[in-house]
């Protein structure tokens, strides 16, 4: 018998994919779930349960959180990706890393066929496909839910036909949890004009009082929470824990699909948007202007490759050097307040601050010139367009 690998999230489509991959295709199913950070221990372990009673051979969980961090997260930050300037690219980023991983899983199983629960409307299609195609190319792909233009009820229908009740109310919400964010999406989702409700959001809001927070970096990495030293994903994880609560960071983004299609989707990220805003905010500090103009470009690139799956193309590892050479001196504090819904930067200490007084105060008095210096600059700098105008306007 041929065995498949399927990329297993234990939601609806891929308890479907288990199912039809075993009695439709007669195939050995070795299923996969890829941890990026998402899932507690007990979560993982139901998920394995729901696995076998499924009827798969075998089941394997892939921590790729710490490389995940290493390989991509830490980019995010460093380049201040939004996407859309709004989404911290939570799903895109983490859905290469799991791609990756499972093609490597294949690889070690010696699997004939991988398989994921895809549909055939969306971005993660592209991006798992791909990637197989460029990591594993003799592994041909099986995509039942994109290829059978499965509804969600369809599904539900199959399942309850095999003896597996799967409840319609859970099947409401996709919901992704990941170390860089939670992605929801719902019938809300898939309009243009109304929002998640309350209790769609997978963290209610619990904490009302304002709190402040003090978040270290070195050389670009989130290292310290109110002078505890933490490695950087235990830091993510804790400020996400804190300010979560707040109902901080959720925000529903509209963008654009690998396949040319608009879409929205929700997502609750409270850790990653801080993180980025208060590091964006050291970066204003500590670096020149131009270094802030050509990472911004440069992020936006990578951001947006990233986000369509072409992580592997070796131009994200020379973007990823530049990167890394702009974070030498991005260290210090900065100091956050968190409220409910929403939380505001007061400000940065830094060994490496541009905004020294000793070179003056901005709107006041500068040191290091004089102010003939700069009427003999003024001229000297406006000098070719002062020309262009008298040349044109003449004309």
């Known amino acids: 018998m041929k065995k498949v690998v399927l990329a ?64 991509c997260i830490k980019y995010l930050v460093f380049g201040n990706v939004l996407k859309n300037a709004t989404y911290p690219l939570s799903v895109s980023a983490e859905r290469v890393s799991q791609a990756t991983a499972i093609a490597n899983y294949v690889k070690k199983i010696g699997a004939d066929y991988v398989a994921h629960g895809s549909t055939g409307a969306g971005n993660d299609q592209v991006r798992f496909d791909m990637i197989f195609n460029i990591l594993i190319p003799e592994v041909e792909i099986i995509t039942p839910i994109r290829d059978l233009k499965l509804s969600r009820e369809a599904e539900i229908e199959y399942l309850a036909g095999h003896g597996i009740e799967y409840s319609a109310e859970k099947a409401r919400y996709s919901i992704n949890k990941g170390l860089w964010g939670t992605s929801v999406g719902g019938k809300e989702t898939l309009t243009s004009h109304e929002t998640l409700p309350e209790s769609a959001w997978p963290t209610q809001v619990s904490e009302t009082e304002s709190r402040k927070v003090e978040l270290t970096f070195e050389k670009g990495e ?18 996400q824990a804190i300010a979560q609560p707040f109902g901080i960071g959720r925000d529903i983004h509209v963008g654009d699909t690998i396949i040319g299609i608009k879409g929205r989707v929700g997502f609750e990220a409270a850790g990653p948007i801080i993180i980025i805003k208060a590091h964006h905010t050291l970066e204003k500090h500590t670096l020149t202007k131009w270094q802030l103009s050509w990472k911004e470009q440069l992020s936006s690139f990578y951001g947006n490759w990233l986000h369509e799956g072409q992580f592997h193309d070796p131009i994200m590892r020379n973007i990823e050097a530049f990167l890394t050479d ?57 000098n070719q367009v002062m020309i262009w105008h008298k040349v044109n306007n003449e004309a």
């Open 8 to 71: 297993f999230s234990g939601g609806l489509d891929t308890s479907f994919c288990c199912i039809y991959l075993a009695q439709d295709r007669g195939l050995e199913v070795h299923s996969v779930i890829v941890n990026t950070g998402g899932f507690s221990d007990e979560e993982l372990q139901e998920i394995e349960k729901r696995a076998y009673a499924l009827g798969v051979k075998s089941h394997a969980v892939v921590d790729e959180t710490e490389s995940y961090y290493e390989g």
């Open 326 to 382: 702009t974070q030498k001196f991005v260290s210090g504090k900065v100091f956050v307040e968190l409220l409910p819904y929403r939380f505001q930067i007061i400000g940065i200490e830094s060994d490496h601050d541009l905004m020294s007084n000793k070179f003056g105060s901005y709107g006041e008095m500068n040191n290091a010139w004089s102010g003939e210096d700069v009427k003999g600059f003024s001229k000297i700098f406006g």
């Open 222 to 239: 989130l290292v310290a929470i109110d002078g505890e030293k933490l490695a950087p994903v235990r830091a993510i994880q804790k400020l």
